[in-house]
């Protein structure tokens, strides 16, 4: 009869074994799984921050970037138009002081901006999310207008730093994204201004 006697030795080297080759497996199916939670390099591209130049924006020009799939405006405002944006009365704005806005603080002032002639807004009426227009001369609305935006679908009215008028369906001033300027001609969208 042969020795059924137990090797000891050989039985933890089995163990050992099977024990490597099942975590390598377990390891080679697993990786498909969790690579698969991962946010898509669209999906990472989708929420990135953009940079723009703005080297060729002209005085009274408005340029749309896409950030976070949502337009992006981009106006260089004339001397005119940061004049006319003063004449606006406070009491005929809903938030004048943009306490209630969402915006960056670095762009809380009266033009809403860093730079007093570059205002950079969310394209997205904070009423049902429609397009503004830009209608930017004064009268052009009615009498009292000093230029802004002016929305199509249900009338609402901003002034030229995108803050909402009193009577109007919007209930917020258009949202500023976070955004810094790399050089007087390189902005980016979507990244805070570095602080000192």
């Not at 981009?74 to 005119?80: G, M, P």
């Not at 306490?99 to 009426?125: F, H, M, W």
């Not at 249900?154 to 790399?182: I, T």
Request: proline share 9%; aromatic share 6%.
């Amino acid at each position: 009869m042969a020795n059924d006697a137990v090797d000891p030795a050989r039985r933890r080297l089995l163990a050992g074994t099977a024990g490597a080759l099942g975590g390598v497996g377990l390891a080679a199916t697993a990786v498909p799984f969790v690579s698969s939670m991962q946010p898509s390099a669209k999906a990472q591209a989708a929420g990135a921050p953009v940079e723009v130049d703005i080297g060729k924006l002209g005085p009274g020009e408005l340029m749309v970037v896409e950030w976070r799939r949502r337009p992006v405006w981009i106006l260089r405002r004339t001397q005119e138009e940061l004049d006319n944006l003063a004449k606006v009365s406070p009491d005929a704005l809903r938030d004048p002081d943009s306490a209630e806005s969402e915006q960056p603080a670095y762009t809380v002032n009266a033009q809403r901006s860093i730079k007093p002639d570059y205002l950079v807004l969310l394209g997205v009426c904070t009423h049902l999310g429609c397009s503004p227009q830009l209608r930017a001369e004064a009268g052009e609305v009615d009498a009292d207008w000093q230029g802004g935006f002016l929305c199509p679908c249900h009338g609402g009215r901003y002034d030229l730093a995108g803050r909402v008028y009193k009577g109007v369906p919007p209930p917020l001033n258009l949202p500023v994204p976070p955004h810094k300027y790399l050089t007087d001609t390189r902005l980016v969208i979507g990244e805070d201004q570095e602080t000192a």
